[in-house]
C-alpha cells in the first residue's frame, strides 16, 4: 500500500515475516513520484540496465556436481538427467579440464558404487582405496587449482540407500553410530586430499564430530561445507537413479533425517547449530523451491551460503527444454541469477559447464 506524504519521499508500507513474527514495516525511498520519477527510464537501454543490475551470476559462483563411476573409459548416460553421464575417473579427469578452462572454482563428486560393495553399514565409505579417494588423488594430480568438494553421507553405499546405520530390529536411523561413520569417511577423504568435506545427511552432531576429527588430524586447512538446511525433497529422484540408491530406498522416505517442506524457522536453527559446530560455509537445499530459505539464511547469519539446485530442478528444465516449451538457456540463466539475488554466495549446478559457456558467449556477443 503506498502512502504519499510529500513529494520527496515515497512510502511504501508492507508486512515483513521473520523467524519469529510477522510485523508491519514501513520503508522510504527517496524521489518523486511519477512523473519526475519514471521507473522504466532506467530499464530501456542496455547500458543503464546493466548499470543497475543488483545481482551478478560468473562462473567463479558455480560448483559443478559430477557422477563418478567405476572402471576405465566409462561413459554411462542417466535417462532422468539428460546431458548427465557417470563417468570413470579417466573420463572425469578431461571434463574436470573443461571446468577449470571455463573458470568454474570447483566440483562436488558423487560416487556411483556396484551394487556387490554395498552394505548393510556402507563400509565401502570409508574405504582409503575406494572410487572416491581415487577420484580426488587423481583430481588434485591433474588440477591442483580445482577445488574438489567430498559428500559425506552413506546413501550411495548402503544396501538401503538411507544415510545411515539402521537399527536391524526397529529399522530406526542411528544417528550416533552412523556420525562416527560419517567422521571415518570424511577423514579418508581428508587424507585423500579433499579440499571440502560436505556432509549431506542431516544427523546430529555430525559437523562438530567431524571438526574435531579433522583437527585431531592435522586436517587444519579442510573446509567443511554443511547441508545445513536439507529438505526431504521429492526434487531429489533422478540423483537417486544417477547414484543407484533409489532402488535400493524402494520408496523408502528420509524424513526421519531430512527437514520438512513447510518449516522454515527450523532450517535457521539447523544453520545456526552448524555453524556453531564448525562449519565453514552452509547450504540450503533444493533451490528454486527454497529461496526464501535462502534469503533467511543469508540474512540471518551472513556466512559463505551455497545453494544446490537439485537434479529434479535440473530435470524440470532438461524436460521443458527438450519439448520446446521453454528456452533452456535464458530460463537456467535466470533461475540462477534469482539464487544469487536471494543471497546464495555459490551454487551447485547440473548446469555449471553449460552455464558457463552461456556466460562467456555473452560476455564475447
Ligand atoms: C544424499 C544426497 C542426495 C543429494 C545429494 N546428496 C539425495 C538424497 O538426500 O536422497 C541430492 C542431489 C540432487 O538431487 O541433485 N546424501
Known sequence: MNDHRNADEVRVSFLTHTATATQPMTLTFPGQHYPATRMRRLRATPFARALQREARLAAADLIWPVFVCPGEKQRQAVPSMPGVERLSIDLLIA???EAVALGIPAIALFPVIDSADKTADGRA???????VPRAVQAL???HPELGVICDVALDPYTVHGQDGILDERTGAILNDVTVEALVRQAQVQAAAGADVVAPSDMMDGRIGAIRRALEAGGFHQTLILAYAAKYASAYYGPFRDAVGSAAQLGGAGKETYQMDPANGDEALREVALDIAEGADFVMVKPGL????????????????????????????????AANGWLDERKTVLEALVAMRRAGADAILTYYALAAARWLKDA???
Not at 565409505?125 to 572410487?131: I, Q, Y
Open 125 to 131: 565409505a570409508w574405504d582409503e582405496r575406494g572410487l
Open 289 to 320: 523451491p527454497y529461496l526464501d530459505i535462502v534469503w533467511r539464511v543469508k540474512q540471518q547469519f551472513g556466512m559463505p551460503t551455497a545453494v544446490y539446485q537439485v537434479s529434479g530442478e535440473y530435470a524440470m528444465l532438461k524436460a521443458a
Open 140 to 142: 588434485k594430480t591433474a
Open 95 to 97: 571434463a574436470a579440464g
Open 363 to 365: 560476455h564475447a556477443a
